[in-house]
């Protein structure tokens, strides 16, 4: 992987003469293999009717070589309205760059209405160290970009790249955002989508996950500051880091092209409920983790998406030599949508959440 890169960045061709700086248009600053490279891209000013391809140049390493985004553009033969497809800002969590890629290759720019902005690998230094953090050499700095945006030009390697990206490419090129991420490392999700109003929620439930966590989001996230830019925006989690899951991602494509039939992108209709791997689709308001009370081997007694009731066993923890220490109860009833799948469990690190429908008048949109 790493010679790949090389070879790539070798092959940039500089250009020779840049144009004065806009704050708006494309600005086409080389050639990669092919390849447009752009530091700011109006998805608006390319040609109807065709799928485009950038890298945008999201920042410099430290050894003064570009950090390159892919970038798909289709812009469709008809008007309408733009759909931002994100994934991998946390850059051990790749199912979203399958579906994104498997999505894209299916939509036939004659058909579609509007334009489809697809970023199929946010965090390329995450992505080429399989690690959820933005890393640098500063320090050995490790960043989450996803609490980072709307980033910072002058706040450091990190948030300047966020920053990049949420000025140059995300927020000028959308009307709605999907962003694609999984759980973390020795952990899974079921099909699972956040949703912070009516909107979000609406596009959760069209692309039928399992699970719906009604969310007040989270600072920094590409979710949170769209939803505060007026920008209808979900974060969808597939399954497990590390892999591309055939499974999931075949559910990723469906729903999105879903979305996008109900926003007249597509010709036909969205239909619903499209039924998740666990039946309807569960939307809750509150959620709660359940962590290993002491470090052990871990084994899970019920599988990932089940409903349990308050005090029913979910997980027994084991000593090295086998011998179970603890026994885990689920302390509410709810909709188990995390699991650990790495056996090895430090004191305190999470065996499940369960995710809950709250009365609470202060959890009515989420808590
Ligand atoms: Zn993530």
């Keep these: 992987m790493r010679a790949l890169v090389a070879s790539l960045l070798l092959a940039i061709v500089p250009a020779t003469a840049v144009a004065a700086p806009s704050t708006t248009a494309t600005q086409r600053v080389g050639n990669l293999d092919g390849v447009a490279v752009v530091d700011r891209l109006d998805a608006s000013e390319l040609a109807p009717g065709q799928v485009h391809r950038f890298w945008f140049r999201a920042g410099e390493s430290a050894i003064a070589q570009g950090w390159y985004v892919p970038v798909i553009v289709v812009r469709g033969a008809h008007p309408g309205p733009r759909l931002l497809l994100t994934a ?71 948030a300047a790249y ?22 973390s490392r020795g952990t899974a999700y079921v099909l699972y989508a956040f949703a912070s ?60 092209r879903n979305v996008m039939h109900e926003m007249k992108m597509l010709p036909g209709g969205a239909t619903l409920p499209v039924t998740g791997l666990y039946g309807a689709t569960f939307t809750g308001n509150a959620l709660t983790q359940v962590e290993a009370p002491r470090a052990g081997f871990a084994r899970l007694l019920v599988p990932l998406g089940s409903t349990v009731t308050k005090g029913q066993p979910i997980a027994t923890i084991s000593d090295a030599f086998g011998r179970i220490t603890d026994t885990i109860a689920a302390p509410r009833a709810g909709v188990v949508n995390t699991v650990f799948t790495d056996p090895r469990r430090e004191a305190g690190s999470v065996v499940a959440r369960i995710v809950y429908w709250s009365d609470d008048p202060a959890c009515r949109d989420g808590c």
């Design 88 to 158: 991998a800002i946390h850059g051990d969590e790749l199912n979203g760059i399958d579906v994104i890629q498997q999505l894209v290759a299916g939509i036939d720019p004659a058909k579609l209405s509007g334009t489809v902005i697809a970023v199929p690998g946010l965090n390329t230094p995450g992505l080429l160290h399989s690690t959820r953090e933005f890393v640098t050499r500063d320090d050995h700095a490790a960043d989450n970009l996803n609490r980072l945006m709307p980033g910072d030009p002058d706040g450091g390697a990190a």
């Design 162 to 183: 966020a920053a990049r990206l949420w000025r140059n490419l995300l927020r000028p090129n959308t009307d709605t955002t999907i962003d694609l991420h999984t759980q």
């Design 197 to 256: 109003n009516a909107r979000a929620r609406r596009i959760a439930e069209l692309i039928g996950p399992d699970v719906i966590k009604l969310d007040l989001g989270v600072k920094g996230t590409v979710e949170n500051e769209m939803v505060r830019d007026g920008v209808p925006a979900i974060t969808l989690e597939l399954g497990a880091p590390e892999v591309f899951d055939t499974a999931m991602v075949k559910r990723g494509v469906a729903g999105i």
